[in-house]
């Protein structure tokens, strides 16, 4: 079965503006998380949504947001960029909401801000 | 707050040589321990992971795993490597009494495979 697509796979933006990236699960799989990938500061968790609703959240600040719809797909925003959001942004899916799921992640998208 | 440390940032090996990539992990909660690979300009695929049962873990690719409580570490090896295996290694950490998925994880350790 597909794997997790997101779209756009790169794209740059100018420091202001916003940004909107979407995630298509594995079929089936219920719970997607993002992820911010960067040199500097490694891998570090987002947030998480399970049935539409967020349920867990990393610490970044307001500007970024997500949601998930009813077919389990879900979208991050980034708004205001800034210099520093530059990063490899993954989502990752699982069937369930357990901490001994497996997570299936996408290629990511490649944002940067200039 | 958990947190985890890899060890070293690269390891040069050469090919059929054998490797280790370590990992410690600070928690005072039980957790899961996970490692995962990503292959350059692709997302992170799961190696193997620990959740409970006998210590070694096996996994993909002639992976394998030995969680040590006493010692918090998580220490991947492979016996023998190959070209292929070429690519960043994650260690990650989920803690056992949390909802959800969430995953902290290392630096990353970079594998380079040498022939």
């Known amino acids: 079965k597909a794997g997790v697509t997101q779209t756009p796979r790169y794209l740059i933006k100018t420091r202001g503006q916003q940004v909107t990236l979407s995630c298509s699960p594995i079929?089936?799989?219920?719970?997607v998380s993002w992820y911010q990938q960067t040199p500097g500061q490694g891998l570090q968790f987002l947030f998480e949504?399970?049935?539409?609703?967020?349920?867990n959240k990393g610490n970044f600040p307001g500007r970024f947001s997500g949601r998930q719809f009813s077919n389990s797909r879900s979208e991050m925003n980034v708004s205001t960029l800034e210099l520093g959001d530059s990063a490899l942004y993954l989502c990752?899916?699982?069937?369930?909401?357990?901490?001994?799921?497996?997570?299936?992640f996408g290629e990511g998208s490649r944002l940067t801000v200039l | 707050a958990q947190s985890v440390t890899q060890l070293d940032s690269q390891v040069p090996v050469f090919e059929e040589a054998p490797v280790e990539l370590r990992c410690n992990y600070s928690?005072?909660?039980?957790?899961?321990l996970f490692w995962y690979v990503q292959y350059p300009n692709q997302g992170l695929q799961l190696l193997l992971k620990?959740?409970?049962?006998?210590?070694l873990v096996k996994g993909i690719n002639g992976f394998e795993a030995e969680f040590n409580k006493s010692q918090t570490s998580f220490h991947l090896r492979k016996p023998s490597v190959h070209i292929s295996d070429t690519a960043e290694y994650f260690c990650?950490?989920?803690?056992?009494?949390?909802?959800?998925?969430?995953?902290?994880f290392g630096a990353g350790t970079i594998l380079r495979v040498k022939s």
């Open positions: 990650a950490v989920s803690d056992r009494g949390q909802y959800g998925n969430k995953l902290v």
């Open positions: 620990y959740l409970s049962g006998s210590t």
């Open positions: 949504y399970f049935s539409e609703t967020q349920r």
């Open positions: 928690s005072s909660v039980s957790v899961y």
């Open positions: 990752a899916s699982s069937a369930d909401f357990l901490p001994t799921g497996e997570l299936f």
């Open positions: 079929s089936g799989h219920r719970s």
